[in-house]
């Protein structure tokens, strides 16, 4: 620790050690519950941290949004409800509705206040830097300060559909949200003060235990206000009304400092309903639920029951889950909503000590020397997210790397004195760890934990031993029986979706002390899950060739209106095909070109003679392609031994970027299973035909009475795994051709961190208008672009308004005056799902369901769409904002082509989640970050090579 001994209550709760840095005259640094602060230093070189720390973020950007609210205590008498209030356990909520009116707040007086000395989301100046506020009686309602807005807070609704954004076209449908609907007067009820700490305290029950100590002495006790953890307190009005200044502070003396902190509540303003203040009481009034009163443990956004664990266990694979929830308050159109959402914590029931074991016997084998070996070790545990459980709260840490020069025999300073590791822990946990000469994990602690105080270092030290990684390895996922195993229990069916949900809201609102809260407060909870207004649109129409077709409900699939028809598109048969395939599968290689043939034939498959060769070594197939591989090579087939991700890698390098040829790859045990080779064959003759050129089916656009030419874009992004510290993102575009959406054309680039990627869009666009122009019969540029979005993070959507659209919508101008645009941001993961009643039951949504209304965001131009069909678990649609609309669609147009466009991706007979141009653009984003790592050659751009 820098200067002086450890804190009373912040380090005696530690359990971690930090990495070394020089002394400094700064206050000490808190580690989190658990941890053990040490003295700070330079990083030593020894650390094998192969990727580059993660840039920390400045405090404003790093507000959390939910933080734990403070526990405890009695507050303002209000009657208890009878048993006929609460909710029962039969999962049937009975009326939580508090039917009194609630209290009147206090008069206050019109007398203005200037509150730019205390702006709410900034520090308020120390005492005797700031002027003299008058007292709470003299406070005016006014608005507040200047702050950073967050996405969902941003009015991103265009100008046309300010009256309406609601369609009414197609049935319509009831459908069940897993939303609470939530009833109270929040006019002019709460009361915000600005925390402050004279020094900064890191230490966040300390923080919390000032603050009620502050609060207590003026006689106002919890339930009557709820602390964030940091700079916030939200107060009843009535209970604010005790104090008699805007202003109050106190000093609290920490064990072994000669200096104070002193605390500082200042009044900022009053809050109505509808402010962005009011969700985030809520939120914290919530955490403080489930974190303090339920005792479940919060990982990231989500609240975890670890005395529920679910244990898995399927061959070598031993899978711990911990089931919970995600939860949170916001504002829809339906009003102010609570959304309750399952999840499940997947930890492996191993230990990191064994997994750094196993990858250093592994590279030992490799006849690494020992050096080698724990490098390569360190390299494959950077970026497992690893869970502790031994202190009083389970924390999760992301690995930055490992210090083979420390062990658990590493001393450090324990207040006055110095004791190691492996003391520590036995003393204060009475753990005894086994392995003494294990090294040392270098993490940092995950998601806005960093970020609880400005500037300061999280990074620290874990021991192996003691840490527990969660997540799936690629070895689990490819176990077959394990995921089945594990989707028993995590793809929950609409009907067990709902009963969880009940139970988990009757034991919450059942408990009393959250009872003391709600009635306090005046909050009350609606008796069932939301039920919702739906419309169930029509399916889509497509064609092949003169033939006309759709699909049935629920299931939606039209495989067997394709299995003997051409394609809509004919492709181009490959002049030359070179089939690359392990020596002893030669049989297997002849009857898998045979059933090629017989199943491609009705679809126009007419290939030349085969150019094979048969390895003995897949190490030799690269080279072997790039000296066979001729001008009359138009397809390259690979038969893979394995699974082996390097030597895909590589050929699909060389196929895509040096020499610039059309490839398949496929697994030979896909191909063993006699009895699903006539299937397999089908699919990959499909595919095949697809990167030709070839289109197996068209949209039939003729019902969605319009005359316009209109060009779907997709953009999304993928992480490039070859790039150190995930710096670098792989941005793919891809766009159709044509109206009937059977000829796309395809760009990429990428992305560095922090970089604004308009510009590049911007380019990628203005040459598909051009590749459109030159591909349309009129010669032409299209007269619609409906632009979708895919691949938006959070905190990310005012870059994309800001930047990208201009950008975008400039570069359109710049071709073509009169061609008009739709900018749609496309969100696959959330919290919504949605359920119907069937008799008695909850089941899935049909494909084609859009909901526009009462789940949807009153700021916005929103709607989900249940595109796919499911057979396991809860479907989830998907969620679209339309950010930016110049174009003479209606509202019901743009959800059917957003939905029809759902149906034309060529490599699956049915409805996807997205719009095929977004699924195609994951499709080479994730090819180009997973294995290519460099920007394809353009030569490919006019094929689905990335099938």
């Not at 710096?727 to 891809?734: E, N, W």
């Amino acid at each position: 620790m820098s200067g002086g001994p450890p804190r009373r209550g912040g380090v005696g709760r530690t359990h971690h050690i930090r990495p070394p840095t020089a002394p400094s005259a700064a206050p000490p640094s808190a580690a989190p519950p658990g941890a053990v602060a040490v003295p700070h230093q330079a990083q030593p070189s020894s650390i094998v941290q192969p990727v580059h720390p993660v840039a920390r973020p400045t405090y404003q950007e790093a507000r959390p949004h939910h933080s734990p609210a403070s526990s405890g205590g009695t507050g303002e008498k209000s009657p208890s409800p009878t048993s006929s209030d609460r909710l029962g356990r039969d999962g049937r909520r009975r009326d939580r509705i508090n039917r009194r009116d609630p209290p009147s707040p206090p008069v206050l007086s019109s007398a203005p206040r200037d509150l730019t000395t205390s702006p709410i989301m900034t520090r308020v100046p120390a005492p005797g830097m700031r002027e003299a506020m008058p007292p709470i009686g003299t406070l005016s309602l006014v608005s507040p300060a200047a702050r950073c807005i967050s996405d969902e807070e941003m009015s991103t609704r265009p100008v046309k559909f300010h009256q309406r954004k609601t369609g009414s076209q197609g049935q319509a449908v009831k459908v069940i949200a897993n939303y609470v609907e939530i009833h109270s007067n929040w006019d002019a009820f709460v009361a915000l003060f600005d925390v402050q700490f004279q020094p900064d305290e890191p230490n966040r029950k300390l923080r919390r235990e000032f603050v009620e100590q502050l609060l207590r002495r003026e006689n106002i006790v919890a339930p009557s206000f709820v602390y964030n953890g940091r700079n916030m307190i939200f107060m009843r009005v009535a209970a604010a009304a005790l104090l008699q200044r805007a202003t109050h502070q106190m000093t609290f003396a920490r064990g072994g400092e000669a200096q104070g902190v002193t605390c500082l509540i200042t009044l900022a303003r009053m809050v109505k309903s509808g402010e962005p203040e009011i969700d985030q009481f809520l939120n914290n009034m919530k955490n403080h639920w489930l974190q303090d009163i339920l005792q479940l443990a919060m990982l990231g956004r989500s609240h975890y029951d670890p005395s529920a664990v679910i244990k898995v266990l399927e061959g070598n694979a031993r899978i711990h889950l911990w089931p919970g929830f995600e939860t949170s308050f916001a504002n829809y159109d339906g009003g102010k909503l609570f959304n309750v959402d399952a999840r499940f914590k997947v930890i492996r029931d191993t230990t990191m000590a064994m997994e750094i074991q196993e990858q250093i016997r592994q590279a030992l084998r490799n006849r690494m020397n020992q050096q080698e070996a724990q490098y390569a070790a360190a390299e494959a545990m950077v970026g497992i997210i690893v869970i502790t459980k031994y202190s009083d709260k389970p924390r999760t840490y992301r690995v930055m790397g490992l210090d083979f020069t420390k062990n658990v025999e590493y001393k450090f300073l324990k207040g006055t004195q110095e004791t190691t590791l492996r003391a520590y822990f036995q003393t204060k946990y009475g753990i005894t760890i086994k392995d003494a000469s294990q090294p040392l994990i270098l993490a940092e602690e995950t998601g806005q934990a960093r970020f609880k105080v400005p500037g300061q270092d999280r990074k620290l030290y874990l021991v192996p031993e003691l840490c527990h990684p969660t997540g799936l390895t690629d070895e689990m996922r490819a176990n077959f029986r394990l995921m089945k195993t594990m989707a028993e229990h995590t793809l929950q069916p609409p009907e067990n979706r709902r009963v969880k949900t009940e139970d988990f809201m009757a034991k919450l609102l059942s408990h009393p002390d959250v009872e003391k809260f709600t009635d306090s407060w005046q909050l009350g909870f609606a008796n069932d899950l939301m039920t919702v207004n739906a419309r169930q649109m029509q399916p889509v129409a497509l064609q092949q060739g003169y033939k006309k077709f759709s699909y049935q409900l629920p299931r939606a699939d039209w495989g067997m209106d394709l299995r003997s028809g051409k394609f809509h598109v004919e492709f181009r048969n490959p002049q030359g095909i070179f089939f690359a395939y392990p020596a002893d599968a030669g049989r297997l290689a002849y009857q898998f070109l045979e059933e090629m043939k017989l199943v491609g034939r009705p679809m126009g498959w007419n290939p030349p003679e085969t150019e094979r060769y048969e390895y003995d070594n897949d190490r030799n197939i690269v080279s072997e392609i790039r000296k066979r591989c001729h001008e009359r090579i138009s397809l390259v087939i690979v038969m893979l031994q394995t699974k082996h991700k390097g030597r895909y890698d590589e050929i699909k390098y060389l196929l895509c970027k040096e020499l610039p040829v059309l490839s398949q790859c496929v697994v030979r045990k896909t191909l063993e299973n006699q009895k699903n080779l006539k299937t397999v064959a089908t699919k990959i003759a499909m595919q095949i035909g697809c990167k030709l050129g070839g289109a197996p089916w068209a949209l039939d656009v003729s019902r969605f009475n319009q005359r316009a030419n209109i060009m779907f874009l997709g953009v999304d992004t993928f992480h490039d795994s070859g790039a150190k510290g995930g710096t670098r993102a792989a941005v793919a575009v891809v766009g159709t051709m044509d109206t009937a959406s059977t000829m796309y054309v395809s760009r990429a680039f990428f992305q560095n961190a922090r970089q604004e990627i308009g510009d590049q869009l911007a380019n990628c666009v203005g040459y598909m208008l051009e590749e459109y122009k030159a591909t349309s019969k009129e010669k032409r540029y299209p007269d619609t672009v409906i632009f979708y979005r895919d691949g938006v993070g959070a905190g990310q959507l005012k870059a994309v308004c800001d930047n990208e659209v201009c950008a975008i919508e400039q570069a359109i101008k710049a071709k073509s005056a009169t061609t008009l645009m739709a900018f749609v941001v496309v969100t696959k993961r959330h919290n919504t799902r949605f359920m119907v009643e069937s008799g008695k039951e909850m089941q899935n949504p049909n494909p084609g369901v859009v909901v526009d209304e009462g789940v949807t965001k009153p700021n916005r131009m929103d709607f989900y769409i249940v595109a796919q069909s499911v057979r396991q678990g809860t479907v989830s649609p998907t969620y679209y904002n339309v950010i930016y609309d110049s174009t003479l669609l209606t509202v019901d147009q743009i959800q059917q082509l957003t939905y029809a466009q759902c149906c034309m991706y060529f490599n699956w007979t049915g409805p996807v989640k997205v719009p095929a141009p977004c699924q195609y653009a994951h499709k080479l984003a994730f090819l180009i970050g997973q294995s290519i790592h460099d920007s394809p050659s353009e030569e490919m751009s006019n094929f689905l090579y990335y099938l």
